[in-house]
């Protein structure tokens, strides 16, 4: 059975941090390209950032870039997003994905492998 389960969400202050993480069974997670992304109230899911498989490319969303950090460790099935000097509007629902390319995940998340449940973000100001 396919799981992706999230977590690491919860409630801050503007300019704080939080770190995600998102647990992978039931694939081989070291074969799958893998992403978060964020959906707010009344909003689209978008794309916030992506990593290869073998770590070798990260993408991130321009509103991201410079303050979140995705990684990944292969030896415990597990991606995760570093999120600093967080903003009001970082607040969403964060879901991971696997996916095969970055920009599969990036440009076409309709063809995503697998999705988590996501965790919640809030930021307050």
């Known amino acids: 059975q396919v799981q992706l389960v999230e977590s690491g969400g919860g409630l801050v202050q503007a300019g704080g941090s939080l770190r995600l993480s998102c647990a992978a069974s039931g694939f081989t997670f070291s074969t799958y390209a893998m992403a978060w992304f964020r959906q707010a109230p009344g909003e689209e899911r978008e794309f916030v950032a992506g990593?290869?498989?073998?770590?070798?490319?990260?993408a991130y969303a321009d509103s991201v870039k410079g303050r979140f950090t995705i990684s990944r460790d292969n030896a415990k099935n597990t991606v995760y997003l570093q999120m600093n000097f967080l903003k009001p509007e970082d607040t969403a629902v964060y879901y991971c994905a696997a996916g095969t390319t970055i920009g599969q995940l990036k440009g076409r998340s309709y063809e995503n492998k697998y999705w988590g449940q996501g965790t919640q973000v809030t930021v307050s100001s």
């Open positions: 990593i290869s498989w073998s770590v070798g490319s990260r």
